[in-house]
């Protein structure tokens, strides 16, 4: 009776055999889970599976045990809805408010978080209509995940296809896990409290070529800000990710933008923020680069020492983000990976960098670089300090939102 309870609606789409693997993770993982396919789903996976995989029926029509009042009584008893695949056609409906079967109804009932995981073809996915459709889900708090890019039906590729059932679980478990008040500034963390806001978030180390074999680096994975883009995400915010020299699956429902340098880092992280609400600047951006690119590879020669390396500054990019905001009310988070005296230079650099919030953490050989779990103190302009305790990275990034979320509903400063 304590586990929660799912429903996972199924569109008549070729990727409907994807939602087996969905949801046997839904299952295997204590989720209660009610499939509620469409009469065109049943096309491609057929109502025995469903009813063998999830220990419950899986009608379509509204007329099918009438004396449970199954169109309403399933989205109200639901603490989750995910819909994957989503088809254009369940899109629209969804937007519209139609409801002319089981799970149509079911949408319209339902007064939880719903997820939808869309899968069509390019053309249907870029048109018009759908997106305006998208637009209307999401401006109503539904999480809309992007569609991966690859291999479609038939020959065609493109974007379109369903992210994988890995991916739309992760999104269901931290959408779950927000409406249960998984925030840790005060609990505010709730599922679609982003919705209708663009975030970028940076992520990964930037490389400086030396020659075509060698680069000046840093030890950074990318785990945060991929963390953060996920959260962000989950939560419903439109993510763009600046990822720098990272080997991550690209998290689902996010816009990925790959980069190598710090100069195409700021490039990319600038265009991005032009329309952004905040930016979370978690890369580990060099500071300089080689001030000489050199063509061929530079040799090792028998008695002499290498020749000195010249380096020139890089932009301060977080500097630049803050001091220059393009949009108002725009919120700037930065990163600071300090090895001693690590609240003192955290205080200094917030003040220096002119950001909103500072997440400040000590790092090492064995701290935070390539570790799944991370600790640190978020600073904010304020003067308040916010400790976030030893755990996963997906802790660190709901906090960092949950403050974010807090001064989008503040008032402009006077």
């Known amino acids: 009776m304590d586990k929660p309870r799912v429903v996972l609606g199924v569109g008549g789409g070729i990727a409907a055999y994807k ?3 969905l949801l046997r993770r ?4 204590g989720h209660d889970v009610r499939v509620v396919p469409t009469a065109s789903a049943l096309h491609f996976v057929g109502e025995a599976t469903w009813a063998a995989l999830s220990g419950h029926p899986a009608g ?22 995910v819909v994957a695949p989503a088809t254009a056609d369940l899109l629209a409906k969804a937007a519209h408010g139609l409801a002319d079967d089981l799970l149509t109804n079911t949408l319209l009932t339902a007064r939880c978080p719903v997820v939808f995981a869309p899968a069509m073809h390019t053309e249907m996915w870029e048109h018009p209509a759908t997106q305006a459709n998208v637009e209307t889900l999401r401006r109503r708090g539904a999480v809309v995940i992007e569609p991966a890019v690859g291999r479609l039906t038939g020959a065609d ?8 059932p890995e991916d739309i679980f ?7 896990a927000g409406r249960a008040g998984g925030g840790t500034a005060g609990g505010t963390g709730r599922a679609g409290d982003m919705t209708g806001r663009h975030v970028v978030v940076s992520a990964g180390g930037t490389r400086e070529p030396i020659d075509p074999v060698r680069f000046l680096g840093n030890r950074s994975s990318g785990r945060q800000g991929y963390a953060l ?5 989950a939560r419903g915010a439109r993510v763009t990710l600046v990822a720098a020299n990272t080997s991550l699956p690209d998290p689902a429902g ?3 933008v790959p980069v190598g340098t710090a100069l195409q880092l700021r490039e990319a992280v600038l265009k991005a923020a032009a329309d952004a609400d905040a930016v979370v600047m978690a890369a580990a951006v060099a500071d300089f680069r080689p001030a000489r690119y050199a063509e061929g590879k530079i040799k090792k020669r028998n008695g002499e020492e290498p020749a000195p390396i010249a380096l020139v500054r890089n932009p301060d990019v977080l500097a630049e983000l803050s001091a220059d905001r393009p949009r108002p009310g725009q919120l700037v988070v930065g990163f600071a990976a300090e090895t001693d005296q690590v609240l003192a230079n955290g205080r200094a650099k917030l003040a220096r960098k002119g950001c909103d919030l500072l997440v400040v953490n000590e790092v090492g050989a064995d701290k935070t670089f390539g570790s799944t779990d991370n600790e640190a103190i978020v600073l904010a302009a304020d ?8 755990g996963p990275k997906e802790k660190l990034a709901d906090t960092v939102w949950d403050l974010v979320v807090q001064r989008w509903s503040l008032p402009p400063a006077s």
């Open 19 to 21: 939602a087996c693997e």
């Open 26 to 29: 839904l299952t295997e993982s």
């Open 60 to 81: 379509t029509e509204v007329w099918e045990s009438v004396q449970e009042v199954p169109h309403v009584r399933i989205g109200q008893r639901a603490d989750l809805v």
């Open 157 to 164: 590729t493109g974007k379109g296809r369903l992210p994988d």
């Open 170 to 176: 992760d999104v269901c478990r931290r959408t779950l």
């Open 229 to 233: 883009a996920a959260t962000a995400a």
């Open 254 to 256: 996010v816009t990925v």
């Open 383 to 390: 003067g308040t300090e916010v400790p976030v305790s030893h």
